[in-house]
């Protein structure tokens, strides 16, 4: 499956933005998607997961409450929305997809990887 991300882009804090990863190639919602992000300097970590029916979603903990991952399985899409955001949630965000049944965390269990799209949380 190929993996297209967008929607990136300078934001000030407490601002909102939405993420949109199209899917391309292979049937879609046989695999459970996510986002991780990689800020300057630091790994990428896991930020949200969803599973292949949109039926359960993981976030990590320093997100939740304020990011929201969804799906449209008819239109091969994966969603961010991301709300009251802060300077920390500045990086590189990725899609990811894996062909389980759960959702992964690791870097190493997703074998599909979108190109990255930057957001900046700046005043």
């Known amino acids: 499956v190929q993996l297209q991300a967008s929607g990136g882009g300078l934001v000030q804090p407490e601002g909102s933005l939405k993420l949109s990863c199209a899917a391309s190639?292979?049937?879609?919602?046989?695999?459970?998607m996510a986002w991780f992000r990689q800020a300057p300097g630091k790994e990428r970590e896991f930020v949200a997961g969803i599973s292949r029916n949109g039926g359960s979603t993981h976030y990590a903990d320093s997100v939740k409450g304020r990011l929201t991952i969804s799906r449209d399985n008819a239109k091969n899409t994966v969603y961010l929305q991301m709300n009251r955001l802060k300077p920390a949630d500045t990086a590189v965000y990725y899609c990811?997809?894996?062909?389980?049944?759960?959702?992964?965390?690791?870097?190493?269990?997703?074998?599909?990887w979108g190109q990255g799209t930057q957001v900046t949380v700046s005043s």
């Open positions: 190639g292979r049937t879609f919602s046989r695999f459970v």
């Open positions: 990811a997809a894996a062909d389980t049944y759960y959702i992964g965390t690791l870097m190493r269990e997703y074998g599909y």
